[in-house]
């Protein structure tokens, strides 16, 4: 896909508005969440992962898991984008008979998993990486939680079960904007030393600027991946990012806009590239 | 029961390469043939249900026919909302064994008895139920279960019970078989405890009642069909079951009755309420809680005479 960064530039931007768009129509929340994530979800669908959108069970693709699904707008921006379904399609987001849930469901094209209630999705991910291993496929898996995510218990199990089952096909990449549901991070359930956190349960750690789409390709390409280990990308970005009054704002993660915030975020958009 | 069901896996295993068993550090003595037989496909990913069942769901997402095994409160009751969203709803081709349901545990305490396992996997989509009744049907049922193109739970006895069936059955996932046709009254039950089923049906022979004994192996999807042709034709129906009666196997067939206008009395048998604190083997607390031969006897001839 996409090599030239700025073009990737130009596709997370359309996404941040494609996300803006539909939250606007299907006046639904989870913006800030979506924002902080996009730009991983753009190197992820444009540039790394190997995708068939005309066949989207093909054994041999790589699977995304998106866990924190409530960030599911950027994700249907970037599976319109590459083709899974239609415009059209993409504005039923949040509609009565729609594939596209407040949360992505397995049966909307391009959707590896169905998630939502979090804490399932890196298990998910570990069953996918291990059948690939038996299958003697090449596919990679890649998981995206939340650092939310990371309070709950069975993140944990799947941490420490990854590793000891090798799987070096395993990326995970934890959206850390450092705001959950109800609070800041450090206020709800402090998850620092967090790369320490994961290094010590045996992952290869790396951390990077969650918006650097250059950070990001960098990583993601990974040559240097160790031959047993799955590996963990803590991306440190922002609530909101890209849209000056929802940034590091916690009311963004449940708001949906008004005719109001959604003509001054468009703005900012289209006035950002 | 166990026994026959790991057996069974393995002479699969030896064509489908499909088939993995997962366990959450659990199946002492039971699993080693086929962690040795199949090292690459064994994967005891430790004392973590909720990832045994989540992991268990992405490789059946991604085309392997994933066993989970443990006993069986720890493969249901713990990682519940696992199996919900990610083996029911995404209909992952994943088969459940839950050894030991009711009180296969009995003497290990409350915490290893599973009194409500039905009830609560009733309600999960596209799973299928299976409880046994002996080793026979244990390992035909296996096959089935594996042959099935979905999830299954599977609940299996654990302490050596006996063979109820003198040959093989023919048996099919979904459809009730009838271990005695008798006149009357008619008593329907699954699993383990159908073994005080057949003995109580001989203490009612002796009372001059021939019942018929319905073993509904398959607990969802029930045989409906079979219920309603059964409560067409007797007087006095029962169920027996080693379950809470809330939710369990009699109130799916009182469910039945209901919404198909059937007048034929059913009388319930099982757990009526959550057992007080009472240590014991399975024997024991079933006889305890009137599941004994004698106490099933017993509560259907009062039943009649009321």
Known sequence: ?273 | MRQTFITTVEKLAQTDPRLVVLTGDLGFTVLENFRDQFPDRFFNLGVAESNLMSVAAGMALSDQIPIVYSISNFVTLRPFEFIRNDIGYQNANVKIVGVGGGFGYGLAGITHQNLEDISLLKTIPNLTIISPSDPIETAILTRLAIKHQGPVYLRLGKVGESNLHSKSPKLKLGQGFIFNQGTKLAIFTAGGITANVLEACKILKTNQLNPTIINLHTIKPLDTKLIIKIASQHQHLFSVEEHLLVGGLGSSLAEILVDKHLPTPLTRLGIKLYPKHHIGNQNFLRHLHGLSPQKIAQTILTSLNE
């Open chain 1, 1 to 273: 896909m996409t090599t030239n960064l700025k073009d990737l530039e130009k596709t997370a931007n359309l996404l941040r508005r494609d996300i803006l768009n539909i939250s606007y129509h299907g006046q639904v929340g989870h913006i800030g969440s979506a924002l902080s994530v996009v730009d991983i979800i753009t190197t992820l669908y444009f540039h790394i992962a190997k995708l068939y959108p005309n066949k989207p069970n093909h054994p041999d693709r790589d699977r995304i898991i998106l866990s924190k699904g409530h960030a599911c707008s950027a994700l249907y921006s970037a599976l319109y984008r590459r083709g899974y379904f239609s415009k059209k399609t993409l504005y039923t987001y949040h509609q009565n008979h729609s594939l596209l849930a407040g949360h992505p469901d397995i049966l909307c094209p391009g959707v590896d998993a169905s998630t939502g209630s979090l804490g399932h999705g890196l298990s998910l991910g570990i069953g996918m990486a291990l059948a690939a291993k038996l299958q003697k496929r090449n596919y990679q898996v890649f998981v995206i939680l939340s650092d939310g995510e990371c309070n709950e218990g069975s993140t944990w199990e799947a941490a420490l079960s990854a590793p000891q089952l090798k799987l070096n096909n395993l990326t995970t990449i934890i959206d850390y904007n450092k705001i959950q549901a109800f609070g800041r991070t450090k206020d709800v359930i402090d998850l620092e030393p967090f790369k320490q956190k994961w290094q010590s349960f045996g992952w290869r750690t790396l951390e990077l600027n969650g918006h650097s789409l250059s950070q990001l390709t960098k990583a993601l390409n990974s040559p240097n991946r160790p031959s047993s280990k799955p590996t963990v990308i803590i991306a440190h970005t922002v609530l909101g990012k890209g849209v000056s009054f929802m940034e590091n704002n916690l009311e963004w993660h449940y708001w949906t806009p008004t005719i109001k915030h959604f003509n001054q975020a468009m703005k900012e958009l289209k006035s950002s590239l």
